[in-house]
């Protein structure tokens, strides 16, 4: 049976980040509304990312949240590290990409969500986490298409994720 924390069948979004004119995408599944008024998400950012740097920089960003059928992106955007190869290069090469509020989108994620960072995680009690928090108020929305949000256990049945 899997661990408690590994049963729930969490979505995987990508966040697309931007700082002196570079921009990155990560994969992120860390990530959960926590308010209804204003509406607000916790995200959880990996440590020693180029997406954590950008946004600890500039806490603007945009999530993503993906189509099921986007499961072969998630080692581009996941595995490997925006310091040492340009994703959005890669991506726009495969003609994937498109802009939204100034921010470079994948074109068949099923919703895009443009958020503000209110609060960086700064307590002394996480200090010792893999991941940063941020929580952040949703500035904008758009729905880009109907479809299944891609899940934590299709990247485990593909033998992407072993969790």
């Known amino acids: 049976m899997k661990k408690p924390w590994n049963r729930i069948n969490l979505p995987?979004?990508?966040?697309?980040?931007?700082?002196?004119?570079?921009?990155?995408?990560?994969?992120?599944?860390?990530?959960?509304?926590?308010?209804?008024?204003p509406k607000q998400f916790v995200i959880a950012v990996y440590n020693g990312t180029k997406t954590l740097g950008h946004v600890q920089q500039d806490p603007h960003f945009v999530l993503q949240l993906l189509a099921d059928d986007q499961y072969n992106l998630v080692t581009l955007l996941g595995r490997h590290s925006g310091h040492s190869i340009n994703k959005i290069e890669r991506l726009k090469k495969r003609e994937l990409i498109s802009y939204w509020n100034g921010f470079p989108v994948l074109k068949d994620a099923l919703a895009w969500m443009e958020l503000k960072g209110v609060h960086l995680n700064t307590n002394a009690f996480l200090s010792k986490s893999d991941h940063q928090l941020f929580l952040c108020d949703v500035i904008a929305y758009k729905n880009v298409k109907q479809g299944h949000a891609l899940t934590v256990d299709t990247l485990r049945q593909k033998k992407i994720v072993r969790m």
Do not use: C, D, F, L
């Not at 700082?19 to 209804?36: F, P, Q, R, W």
């Open 12 to 37: 995987v979004y990508s966040i697309s980040s931007r700082h002196n004119n570079t921009e990155n995408m990560n994969i992120v599944t860390y990530a959960s509304v926590v308010s209804m008024q």
